[in-house]
């Protein structure tokens, strides 16, 4: 049952490979993205690539897809050499890519984005036929769906699903998945991988990025490590690695885990967060949180699973006072938020990380300082002006606390990628003196050190006393870090489990089918 | 540092490729109608810069248009768009004219510009303001109803030139009284340029430095830039949509003003010239930089006051001008920019590599 234990044995394709790259060297300006590159992908394969935040990876995966151009170096695909100039290209010869950044249509049906990607026959569109073919698909891979739901509708998790069903409609004969298990539960993760290994028994080929050093060795047939642009590890065969050795290969050093030992939460203070019989409606108008009682003391760290979808948004957004209740009341550190909306909750002492900072976060014409000025406007104003040099002092002190090596303060958000706008986001929250600190997905998009790093904040803000709610799909994470873990299924509590009384399927379980 | 000025300079070309181009189609328009290009140019070139007279008509020409570019440049800063600039020069016109006609002899000179000037701000910024509230409210584009709000305030302006305010002593063509002498904003020194200029230089000083130094012009930048992003870091959106609105209303209304206390002394029908639709070109041509407002302002003003040598000198339709306006709009602001890596849209940062 167990993705680990279910591992079969891996079929041994020799011959010609599928999807050849030879030393491709691709800059942009000064940087050397991909340097004399070497990678391979045979038919029916599942090859996994590793690396860290930076190393190359999606660079790579984008030459192949058509999206980057090489300065030099081969591309060969079936055999003969080819030129791949776009992503048409690429689908033509049977290349498809599922983004970390979703391509749907929020707007559309999920078979309405479907048919995007499909050749049409005719001008009607045969939404019957469409409907029913995606079904069928969807069971065939194990990748539940409704056809007929709106895209806007559904979570990030979600439209993943429905954008690797895309792809494999599609037709094609290598899948590139850019961290696809980043947002699904153990037990989806073990549907995918059967879907994986079903495309892998019919010669078809996948290449699979991720940072779950497990996932690589439970579905790959091979793997390698790019770091710094180079290939470090070149097609090995992943079961003859230990997560050590891997992770070293990517990072170039060792890791260090996380502190055993932590200071009890503080039962006596006043709590950081209480929920009591919180509901509240989804963008949808659908009742999308129930009765949820949850107290989080001062020092405690909870976490919080779920396939995504289930109300966690919501959650994170009730807690913050970001989003109207339908019932219920929310009190941070003893301030009770009654309709105060996102006002009284900053002021109460809350901070967030969102899940979805451009969204939600950021304003991408403004500089990395002005993010910070506008966290806690009050306390830098001069006059009716802004205090920028006080601005940029405390922005150095807080690089230096939290060591997340943010990028320059005059730097531009718009021109910062996922991982740097993260960390602005993680260094603003969590290197405030918060009372109570909401994180969404902190580490999404991060690479394995800073990762590691922004677990170790989180527990830090955890023993200065602050109460921390911590929002994650990764089950792994969430046992390391907390001391109770919230599950939450349909919007309701399914249940509160404590790390070493659960293990990952027992969450799993709850997750998928609710309080029994 | 280079890469910057490498990237100023390539703006800069381009910027003046984009004006050449629109010379040179418009010279090619002229051609058609039967006119010599280059004679034409001069003509403009000589009946304008190189006038004095005419430099003076220009800036008269140029101050309500800075204020009502202004009017569009501050709402934009904060993601709004108001087309209502022409609206909201007439209700400051109207504001002015109705307090000079009430209050007419009864207070000094300088005191009654100044009332005046209160007047049409408040009337202008009511009247953008009420488009703001809309938009919060009932959840209607503030550029449907300000667009709209336009056509209220033509009619308004007619019905109390047509029905109340209506000069009885006048003749020809409906108007108010005049305005009292002392009352119509000074020129400044010896030359034709009436105050307004000035409180219109003053305006965009002031516009500039509060967008720029001031928290509220801060607060404005994020809500303009992702407004749930401003939501969610407590700022009272609300209030800072309707503040931007207000003060951009405000501003055109004291254009209004500047050009019936400096240069038509009555209310009449037309008199606003269509000034909210050339300034909003303005705005949009300097991408709501205030100083570049101003300078844009200044520019069309020049065109249009060129367009007369067009009619008198090369013989063409006194609409040709508007033909000119255009290409040069079309072509700043269709000239592209440095390309810019655009932020990453959907719900998971990318990894970077």
Redesign the interface.
């Known amino acids: 049952m167990s993705l680990l234990t279910e591992e079969v044995a891996a079929p041994t394709i020799e011959g010609e490979p599928l999807l050849a790259v030879r030393d491709l060297t691709v800059r942009f300006g000064e940087v050397v ?1 991909n340097d004399s590159v070497n990678f391979e992908v045979r038919a029916g394969e599942v090859h996994a690539l590793l ?1 860290e ?8 995966m984008k030459l192949i897809y058509g999206v980057n151009k090489p300065d030099s170096g081969e591309l060969h695909f079936g055999g003969s050499p080819v030129r791949i100039d776009s992503p048409a290209a690429a689908r033509r010869l049977g290349i498809g890519m599922v ?5 749907l249509v929020p707007a559309l049906t999920v078979a309405e984005n479907v048919a995007l990607a499909l050749p049409l026959k005719g001008i009607r569109l045969d939404r019957a036929g469409l409907v029913r073919r995606i079904e069928e698909a969807a069971d065939h891979f194990g990748l539940a769906c409704d056809p007929s739901a709106l895209v806007r509708h559904l979570s ?1 998790g979600e ?1 993943q699903r429905v954008e690797i069903l895309k792809v494999l409609m599609a037709g094609a004969k290598l899948v590139i998945l ?2 696809p298990t ?2 699904l539960a153990p037990q989806e993760v073990d549907a995918l991988f059967a879907g994986l290994r079903q495309l892998r028994a019919r010669g078809l080929s996948v290449v699979i ?1 991720t940072h779950k050093l497990h996932e690589a060795r439970a579905i790959a047939d091979r793997v390698s490590v ?1 770091r710094g642009g180079k290939m470090v590890l070149v097609a090995a065969d992943p079961t003859a690695h230990d997560d050590r050795s891997l992770i070293e290969a990517m990072v170039g050093r060792t890791v260090p885990a996380l502190p055993a030992t932590r200071p009890s939460p503080r039962a006596a203070a006043t709590p950081a967060l209480e929920l009591h019989g919180v509901s509240a409606n989804g963008d949808g108008g659908h009742l999308a949180l129930q009765d949820v009682d949850l107290v989080i003391a001062s020092g405690e760290l909870v976490g919080v699973a779920g396939v995504s979808g289930n109300g966690q948004r919501e959650l994170y957004e009730v807690a ?1 006072g ?1 989003r109207e209740l339908a019932g219920g009341r929310v009190v941070v550190a003893g301030t009770d938020l009654s309709g105060g ?3 009284a ?3 109460a002492g809350g901070v ?1 990380i ?13 500089s990395v300082a ?1 993010h910070m ?3 806690d ?1 009050k306390s830098v ?1 001069r006059g ?3 205090d920028w040099a006080k601005v940029r002092s405390r922005l150095a002190g807080l690089d230096e606390q939290t060591g997340l090596r943010m990028a320059g303060a005059g730097r531009k ?10 960390r602005v986001i993680l260094t603003r929250a969590l290197g405030s003196d918060a009372r109570l600190v909401v994180a969404a997905y902190p580490s ?2 991060l690479d394995v050190a800073t990762t590691r790093r922004t677990q170790e904040l989180l527990l830090e803000r955890r023993a200065a006393g602050a109460g921390v709610l911590v929002i994650s799909e990764d089950v792994d994470e969430l046992l390391e870090l907390s001391d109770r873990i919230l599950v939450l299924h349909a919007g309701r509590v399914a249940g509160i489990v404590r790390p070493g009384e659960a293990d990952r399927y027992d969450i799993g379980e709850l997750m998928l089918q609710g309080a029994k | 540092m280079n890469l910057d000025a490498a990237r100023l300079a390539r703006g800069a070309g381009r910027l003046a490729l984009a004006y050449a181009a629109a010379l040179v189609l418009f010279g090619a328009f002229v051609v058609t109608k039967g006119a010599n290009p280059i004679q034409m140019y001069g003509d403009m070139w000589r009946s304008t810069v190189l006038n004095g007279t005419s430099i003076g008509q220009v800036l008269v020409k140029a101050s309500p248009l800075i204020l009502a570019g202004l009017a569009v440049a501050v709402p934009a800063k904060a993601g709004l768009v108001n087309v209502g600039g022409e609206g909201q020069v007439i209700m400051g016109a109207v504001a002015a004219g109705g307090v000079a006609l009430a209050l007419d002899g009864t207070l000094p000179g300088g005191v009654m510009v100044v009332v005046m000037m209160l007047a049409a701000a408040t009337a202008g910024g009511l009247w953008a303001g009420l488009a703001a509230v809309l938009r919060l409210t009932v959840r209607v584009n503030e550029a449907i109803t300000t667009l709209l709000l336009n056509y209220v305030a033509i009619d308004l302006l007619l019905y109390l030139i047509y029905q109340p305010w209506k000069d009885k002593f006048g003749s020809g063509q409906p108007a108010t009284r005049a305005l009292a002498v002392a009352a119509r904003l000074p020129l400044i020194g010896t030359s034709k340029v009436h105050a307004g200029f000035v409180i219109a230089v003053v305006a965009t000083a002031v516009i500039f430095a509060l967008l720029r ?4 012009g ?2 404005l ?2 809500v303009g ?2 407004a ?9 959106v609300s209030a800072l949509l309707i503040s931007a609105m207000v003060v951009g209303g405000a501003l055109a209304g004291l254009g209004g003003m500047v050009h019936f206390a400096g240069a038509e002394f009555k209310l009449r029908p037309g008199m606003t010239l269509n000034f909210g639709y050339i300034a909003f070109l303005a705005a949009w041509l300097a991408r709501h930089d205030p100083l570049k407002v101003a300078g844009a302002a200044v520019l069309l003003a020049l065109i249009a006051i060129g367009g007369d040598s067009l009619q008198l000198d090369s013989g063409l339709p006194a609409a040709a001008v508007n033909v000119l306006m255009g290409l040069v709009l079309v072509a700043v602001m269709g000239r592209g920019q440095t390309t ?14």
Do not use: Y
């Open positions: 993205a690396g935040n930076g190393a190359g990876k999606s660079t790579l983004f970390q950044d979703l391509r990030i439209r850019d961290e980043s947002v990025i790019l913050l970001l909306g996102p006002r909750a900053i002021e967030g969102p899940e979805d900072p451009v969204a939600d976060a950021v304003v991408p014409g403004l002005e000025a506008l966290a406007l104003r009716f002006g802004i958000v718009a021109d910062l990628s996922g991982g740097n706008i993260q999404r998009g | 130094w001031t928290s509220w801060f607060r930048r994020v830039g992702n749930e992003a401003a939501r969610r870091a407590g700022l009272p810019r890596r655009s932020p990453k849209v959907a719900g998971i940062p990318a990894v970077a590599s």
